[in-house]
């Protein structure tokens, strides 16, 4: 099974969900990627501190990734932080098996809102673990 994590910029929610699920899944027939829908090549640094605070100081250096068709083509599963990110995949593939998060990404909030996300997210690529093992 291919799953592909899909947000905004693939800086952030897809990259931390991508992580979180290859460190957290036994089921190595599961082949996970994410991607962004306006990505734009670049990480973003001042998000490094979160990704190190999780373990995954490897994407210090990660850049971001666009969603592609071919992407699109290869998962089984799209998971989409946000309706207008499934709404993307399904104007590209409308038979797209998706899954939709409902994690907004507004750092506007600051790190209080920041954190709230990401306990958000890994609770919920925590219980997709579980699902698809």
């Known amino acids: 099974m291919n799953v592909l994590f899909v947000c905004t910029g693939n800086v952030f929610r897809s990259v931390i969900a991508e992580e979180l699920f290859k460190k957290l899944n ?8 994410s ?20 373990g995954i ?5 990660k850049k971001s990734t666009q969603i592609t068709p071919e992407l699109i083509d290869w998962a089984d599963l799209v998971v989409c932080m946000e309706r207008s990110h499934e709404a993307y995949v399904k104007l590209i593939h409308p038979e797209k098996k998706t899954l939709v998060f409902r994690i907004e990404d507004d750092f506007t909030h600051g790190e209080i ?21």
């Open 113 to 133: 809102h920041t954190a709230d996300v990401i306990k958000r997210l890994s609770k919920k690529v925590e219980d997709l673990v579980k699902k698809l093992s």
């Open 26 to 33: 036994k089921n190595k027939s599961i082949n996970v990627k």
């Open 57 to 61: 100081e490897k994407l210090v250096k």
């Open 35 to 54: 991607a962004g829908v306006s990505a734009d090549g670049h990480g973003k640094h001042h998000l490094d501190k979160y990704f190190k605070k999780l």
